[in-house]
């Protein structure tokens, strides 16, 4: 059985990627801040060379880098990491198209699913279709629920799920280069994927994409490394939860 799609792995990676980098910043501005001191004091002759840099910098101009490293760092970060989780939803939903053959044999196997058969066949086949054929009675609602129900069992195709095929086509123009925007991330997995809706999961979305707006286009030049740290967590959590969605009702084999 599946556990993660692909996409989510190549996410993970990423998003660990970053944490480790992170993780070894964390630990060499404190080493280099020892090391000017202890130079400083003359217990030892120079700090060592930078790797790509040639020599090492000028004491008071890594000390006033180094103020701002964990800003710095947390916005380089955020912004890397939602670029990741973009292609994420772009990457997962191709994926599901390729699961079943690509996106022309998943339309056909849509269309074949909610296939219209002609009035005497179907109600032949339906005939519980006839009391829900009328406008809506408040006192036959128990009778509608039967009939309902009774349809369910048979493999009927309601309305709401004729428009699949046609809906799988938007899905696509909706994850293509030229049809994607971050602003419809929440679009496609709720509306698109059918994922039930989450306000937490929309709000945040929505919160770290105008923070990524903001900093791209220099309107925000603080966003701390512990709260950057913090949303990639989130980001990682969503997708998971996607993910999960995804493997549960889209990556079967039906044909």
């Not at 509608?144 to 069992?153: A, D, G, P, V």
């Amino acid at each position: 059985m599946l556990i993660n799609s692909k996409s989510y792995l190549l996410l993970r990676s990423y998003i660990q990627e970053s944490l480790d980098y992170a993780y070894l910043t964390c630990h060499a501005v404190p080493a280099l801040n020892a090391y000017i001191k202890a130079v400083e004091k003359g217990s030892a002759q120079k700090i060592p060379n930078p790797d790509h840099f040639g020599q090492p910098g000028d004491h008071s101009r890594l000390k006033q880098i180094k103020e701002s490293y964990k800003d710095s760092l947390g916005r380089f970060m955020l912004i890397s990491t939602f670029s990741h989780f973009e292609a994420y939803v772009q990457d997962v939903v191709s994926e599901i198209f390729d699961f079943h053959g690509g996106l022309a044999s998943l339309h056909s196997l849509a269309k074949r699913r909610s296939r219209v058969e002609t009035r005497s066949d179907r109600l032949a086949k339906f005939p519980e279709i006839k009391p829900l054929s009328e406008s809506r009675k408040s006192g036959k609602q128990e009778k509608y629920r039967k009939s309902i129900n009774q349809l369910e069992s048979k493999g009927f195709a309601f309305p709401s799920q004729m428009a699949s095929a046609y809906g799988f086509q938007k899905l696509a123009e909706a994850i293509s280069k030229s049809g994607f925007r971050a602003s419809r991330i929440c679009e496609i997995v709720f509306d698109g994927l059918g994922m039930p809706h989450d306000v937490e999961i929309e709000d945040n979305i929505s919160r770290i994409r105008g923070v990524r707006n903001d900093i791209a286009h220099g309107r925000r030049r603080e966003y701390h490394l512990s709260k950057s740290i913090d949303d990639m967590k989130l980001m990682r959590k969503y997708a998971l939860l996607i993910d999960q969605h995804i493997i549960d009702y889209f990556l079967l084999i039906e044909d």
